[in-house]
């Protein structure tokens, strides 16, 4: 009943040191994120407010969802700049267009789209798996992003408690793949168990990247992230 008294606290100034969530789906109106551009503003004042300046919208790409292509985000994308720009002031909130590619069936395609994958800054690709199941070739469907001249960044690994345990994951940041851990983990939103992994693979200095993979203004106020 009164789990919200345990939660732990996170700093956005020690986690995302320039200000910037490197994981949210901000973008309206494309995935299971926000669906409008108020819903949006609404997100992005409550980022504001935990000390954050700025944010990689990373839509998912994945076949659910299979109007999403970078010619289309692209497209959404500017769209809701000008609509930041016009209700916040210029240069008050910066985005960058970025993308959560899943490993499925269409990933091989998604990937190599319009010749190039939408990507983090640095050159880095998100990628995420299923929750429950490891797909056939999921480990060669990384290295081939890596192969492309990319860095691989699976984001929040600590979430897939079920299929990778702390050596798979050592293994995987041995083979160059970055990982990109959510904030919400560490202030157990996830869960105790999800938490626990995820201050563990900190504590070991797994983490490259931290994000908020914020989908709501309720789950922007439960991630307890403060300046």
């Not at 994951?169 to 999800?194: C, D, E, F, H, M």
Request: charged share 20%; proline share 7%.
């Amino acid at each position: 009943m009164f789990d919200f008294l345990l939660r732990t606290k996170a700093h956005s100034k020690q986690l995302l040191p320039d200000g910037v969530d490197m994981h949210s789906h901000i973008l309206p109106g494309v995935d299971d994120g926000s669906p409008d551009a108020e819903t949006s503003l609404t997100i992005i004042r409550h980022l504001i407010q935990s000390g954050l300046s700025g944010a990689c919208c990373t839509p998912h790409i994945m076949l659910r969802y299979p109007g999403n292509t970078p010619a289309s985000l692209r497209q959404r994308f500017d769209t809701f700049r000008q609509t930041i720009d016009q209700h916040l002031g210029p240069g008050t909130f910066h985005l960058h267009l970025a993308a959560e590619y899943m490993i499925d069936e269409g990933f091989a395609t998604a990937i190599r789209a319009e010749g190039a994958p939408l990507r983090l800054p640095g050159e880095r690709v998100l990628i995420e798996l299923p929750q429950y199941l490891l797909p056939d070739g999921w480990m060669d469907a990384l290295l081939s992003v890596r192969d492309l001249g990319y860095t691989p960044v699976l984001a929040h690994p600590e979430r897939y408690i079920r299929l990778l345990d702390t050596d798979d994951l050592r293994s995987i940041v041995a083979q160059g793949i970055q990982l990109q851990g959510n904030i919400g983990s560490l202030t157990g939103l996830y869960g105790k168990p999800i938490q626990q992994r995820a201050n563990e693979l900190r504590a070991l200095g797994l983490y490259t990247l931290w994000g908020t993979d914020v989908h709501s203004p309720g789950m922007a106020r439960r991630l307890h992230l403060n300046p």
